[in-house]
């Protein structure tokens, strides 16, 4: 089998391609080889290739800065998703694609389900529930994997930016009422490859790890990880402090609710997904390992 990986320099695409070598042969180019932003270049990548499996994890992934690059987040996470879903109609191939808790407006307390009513509160969610309803339209043969709140032992991410922080800073504030499940790159690498194993039917599944916590909540945590491993913190738990979301006001509205709801995909796979703590533990343990 022939897999087109798009996106794989990136924190899910790095784990996809360890996961997925071992199913077959992966072309992986990199935006230095493939611009994902040119239609034409990525038409031409399709058609030069024979490929039996598309799984694209690139995306435009700052939600910020989405609102004032309004064209390049529509291009990744809309546009391209939606010109890979044709490809695939056509060629009668699956596509794999990953979308995010944003594409919910965070009300309430209840996890989000797959047949949640959707309302994004920022230009990124919006673009990334139209690359889902693009998919969704025009591809029979397809997986959408809806995660939240990603993060893994290599690149920017919250669990990085976080030690980076407390190795010089004393004290530090941190959203409290944004509420979600931390889930890694590595297992949604993981489950990826155990779908395609497993040829699970196509639609749309929710993919998080069980539990939940708020911004403050995975940061505490983190740092007392940081502390039991010995690392020279400036920063202990103690001095971290939670605020409101209304304290830290940010260029993009986010979703207070990000729970999630794996249901669906666990029936579907037999599985259980992992509780978040024991996946920061071995996130944790392999960004340790990978600077000493």
């Known amino acids: ?16 391609q360890r996961s997925l070598a071992h199913l077959g042969e992966i072309i992986a180019p990199s935006r230095s080889i493939l611009d994902l932003m040119n239609k034409s270049a990525v038409e031409d990548c ?24 309004k064209d390049a987040a529509q291009r990744l996470n809309a546009d391209l998703p939606a010109q890979l879903a044709k490809y695939s109609a056509n060629k009668k191939i699956k596509l794999i694609h990953y979308s995010s808790d944003y594409v919910f407006n965070g009300s309430g307390s209840k996890p989000w389900n797959e047949n949640s009513s959707i309302g994004p509160l920022n230009f990124y969610g919006k673009t990334k529930i139209k690359g889902d309803e693009s998919i969704q339209q025009s591809c029979l043969n397809y997986l959408i994997f809806r995660t939240s709140w ?6 920017n991410n919250f669990m990085n930016s976080m030690l980076k922080l407390a190795k010089n800073k004393t004290k530090l504030n941190i959203v409290s009422d944004q509420i979600g499940s931390p889930t890694p790159a590595r297992l949604i690498a993981e489950v990826t490859a155990l779908a395609v194993k497993a040829q699970l039917e196509s639609g749309l599944y929710h993919l998080a790890t069980r539990g939940e916590t708020s911004w403050y909540g995975f940061a505490k945590a983190i740092f007392n990880l940081g502390l039991k491993a010995g690392l020279k913190l400036t920063l202990s738990s103690k001095n971290v402090n939670p605020i409101f979301t209304k304290e830290y006001p940010t260029p993009a509205s986010r979703p207070l609710n ?7 995909l666990e029936t579907a796979l037999n599985i259980e997904l992992p509780d978040w703590k024991n996946q920061l533990d071995l996130t944790f343990n392999e960004c340790i390992n990978l600077n000493t």
């Open 258 to 264: 990000s729970r999630m709801d794996s249901t669906k």
């Open 1 to 16: 089998m022939r897999i087109l990986l798009l996106g794989g320099t990136g924190q899910v695409g790095y784990e996809l």
């Open 46 to 69: 399709l058609n030069e290739n024979s490929i039996d499996l598309i799984v694209n994890a690139a995306a435009w992934t700052d939600v910020d800065k989405a609102e004032d690059h």
């Open 150 to 155: 990603v993060y893994s032992a290599r690149g």
